[in-house]
């Protein structure tokens, strides 16, 4: 089976994190990159999915040439190759253009299976998983807290408000997955060695065949158009309890309409 | 001249301190409490290969050297388990892995090395005796030949890890130390299966209490009539002291190398504390009292650092590193005491409170002053083989 899964370079949320205040779109070099850590649990159930069933494991990222530090740990991890889309042309999508690249760029690698992490850190639309399977025209299955693969039919849990629901679908397909899935392995000292040598090939918008005009910050259908440093946290409200303190914390409650 | 560290061991830096982000400083307080290993910690590490770096590629290990033992050794260290975790790295890897893959038999590989990279078997060494520390060539234990096996008595002391050991690495004396011509020669090195010589009532040990570094038991061990076959012995017979060398240089290099992990998190506790406690309106860190020595801790950990990773290169060079892993044991060890010993003052009153760290830091620290050799008799082997001076003894 040839599985793809989609990684994605994000900035360490341990570190500060900004905007440019050039073209206000995410700084990233003003950060550490790193794996989103949804895309690690995409990597580990598309290993799962290859032990199981064979097949290949291609990483396909979209990003700066920085990411390339996001492409090997997921090939430290065991994935087979990559393919990096790289073109300042992509500088700045949004969901909608980012799906278009990524489909265009799936369409020519050909897959039976594409799978995603839910959502980034960064941006956090959680979209892209629907908007891919709509341009490839296969169906999606996502919020997956577990799959399973039956030759050709692949069925997932759905994570609801409720519990789950089941869903199945024929492959080929894009699954989105959530961090109840499974447990991401770490790489191993031979699989970080091993990556070094493992094949990463380089896409253009013209490798791809990507449409400039739908992609790229001018042709975001969102923008932003300023941004403001979040105000410290202020001080919160101390009750002292006098006797009355249950009393006290009820009217708190309630001129914050909590209760 | 490039002081870059090779990718491999920046991989190690990076792989070693992803695992040991997921255990803190409270862990290893309890597995340091409770008497117990760090089997979590030794899981992991086993499993991504961590431990079997120096085993050759064709055992199913990493490939890789006593530099990237020491780089894993000292990035555990760092992340809190401080200089008592040395034994992880030491006792198996180090004892067991290194000296098979270099000195080991064929059948001797094939048979442990896979196992050892996989941390699934593990070793100690066996050389101190009572009346044999800082002389270690006047060892006593004696292996008689007897047809095609050799009969071995004798009694060691401070033999680490033998609770968990399937293999000990046995150090004898063929030639009585009193005939031995040079001294050094007459040694012979065994491999003693420690599960069977324990069942055969031919060797016991016995705890030695101790006041630090108590994940891993320290224990007296006597052996009686122990029989053992040819195909044991390690090297070649009498020729022991050539397999020594290439044990005691890597074991005072990583001894060093955890040391230096134990000065780092004393002087990361010492540094955050002085930061944040205020005393006269003001951090005391501000103080240079307080900062100077801090400031010199720091120098001589990075001085340290500097001569370890020469000690492992040249090691992995097979070129004498003795002089270099001397020095680099005897500093690394000089600067865990002085970082904790700082760290102990900074945190004033606190530092004796149970709560802190700073007593375990304090007794991991003191220990490497005098183990596995004393920082006299290093400076002992600079002053004579080094500088030439007349010996005393």
């Known amino acids: 089976m040839n599985i793809v899964v989609c990684v994605k370079q994000v900035p360490d949320t341990a570190t500060e994190r900004k905007l440019s205040s050039k073209d206000n779109t995410l700084d990233r070099d003003a950060a550490d990159g790193v794996i989103n850590e949804l895309c690690e649990y995409a990597v580990e159930e598309a290993l799962k999915i290859k032990e199981a069933h064979g097949g290949e494991v291609t990483v396909l990222t979209m990003g700066p040439a920085k990411a390339t530090d996001t492409i090997r740990k997921a090939l430290a991890m065991g994935a087979d190759k990559a393919v990096h889309l790289v073109d300042d042309a992509l500088h700045g999508s949004d969901a909608l253009g980012t799906s278009h690249a990524l489909a265009q760029t799936l369409k020519k690698i050909g897959f039976d299976l594409v799978i995603l992490g839910s959502e980034s850190t960064d941006a956090r639309t959680g979209v892209l998983a629907a908007m891919l399977a709509e341009r490839l025209g296969t169906p999606q299955l996502t919020l997956a807290r577990k799959v399973d693969i039956d030759g050709s039919a692949i069925s997932i849990e759905r994570v609801t408000d409720y519990g789950y629901d089941k869903v199945t679908a024929t492959l080929p397909a894009v699954v989105s997955v959530v961090e109840k899935i499974n447990e991401p392995r770490y790489p191993s000292f031979k699989g970080i060695m091993a990556a070094k040598k493992k094949p990463v090939q380089t896409f253009g918008v013209a490798d791809a065949e990507i449409d400039t005009a739908q992609v790229g910050l001018a042709s975001s259908w969102s923008e932003v158009t300023e941004f403001a440093v979040a105000p410290p946290r202020a001080a919160g409200t101390i009750v002292k309890d006098e006797g009355d303190g249950g009393a006290k914390a009820a009217e708190f409650l309630a001129s914050k309409k909590f209760i | ?393």
């Not at chain 2, 920046?10 to 255990?23: M, S, T």
């Not at chain 2, 597995?31 to 590629?57: M, Y």
């Not at chain 2, 016991?204 to 994940?215: D, Q």
């Not at chain 2, 950990?301 to 990773?309: D, F, G, K, P």
């Open chain 2, 1 to 393: 001249m490039d002081f870059t560290l090779p990718e491999s061991a920046r991989e190690v830096r990076r792989g070693v301190a992803a695992i040991c982000a997921r255990y803190d400083m409270a862990y290893w307080q309890r597995c340091e409490e409770q008497k117990r290993w760090p089997e979590e910690v030794w899981a992991e590490l086993a499993k991504g290969g961590w431990l079997g770096l120096a085993v050759p590629e064709e055992y199913g290990g990493g490939g890789q050297g006593l530099l990237e033992l020491t780089v894993a050794t000292e990035t555990l260290a760092a992340s809190g388990a401080a200089g008592g975790s040395a034994f992880t790295y030491v006792l198996t890897p180090g004892f067991g892995a290194l000296t098979l893959a270099r000195h080991g038999s064929a059948a001797q590989k094939a048979e442990l090395l896979p196992r050892l990279a996989a941390g699934e078997l593990e070793t100690c060494f066996a050389l101190t005796e009572p009346d044999a520390g800082s002389n270690s060539l006047a060892i006593s234990t004696s292996a008689r030949r007897d047809g095609d096996e050799y009969v071995v008595n004798g009694q060691k002391i401070w033999i680490t890890g033998v609770q968990r050991a399937a293999r000990m690495l046995l150090v004898t004396r063929t030639i009585p130390a009193a005939e031995a011509r040079p001294r050094t020669s007459g040694l012979t090195v065994f491999l003693v299966d420690v599960p069977q010589a324990v069942a055969q009532g031919r060797l016991s040990y016995r705890p030695i209490p101790k006041m630090g570094a108590n994940t891993t038991p320290s224990n007296m061990v006597f052996i009686d009539d122990l029989r053992l076959r040819a195909t044991d012995v390690v090297g070649e017979v009498d020729q022991g002291a050539l397999v020594l060398w290439d044990v005691l240089n890597p074991e005072r290099i990583l001894l060093g190398a955890s040391a230096l992990g134990g000065a780092e998190v004393a002087l990361r506790a010492a540094v955050a504390y002085a930061k944040e406690r205020e005393v006269f309106g003001r951090p005391i860190g501000a103080n240079q009292a307080i900062a100077f020595p801090l400031a010199q801790v720091k120098a001589k950990i990075e001085l340290a650092r500097l001569m370890l990773y020469k000690a492992a290169w040249l090691f992995d060079r097979r070129e004498p590193c003795a002089t270099e892993a001397n020095i680099a044991k005897l500093t690394a060890s000089q600067a865990a005491w002085e970082a904790a010993d700082h760290a102990f003052q900074t945190h004033g009153g606190m530092a004796y409170s149970l709560e802190y760290p700073i007593a375990r830091l304090l007794a991991d620290a003191r220990v490497g002053r005098v183990a596995p050799v004393t920082e006299e008799l290093l400076l002992n082997y600079l002053a004579t083989q080094v500088l030439g001076l007349p010996r005393s003894f």
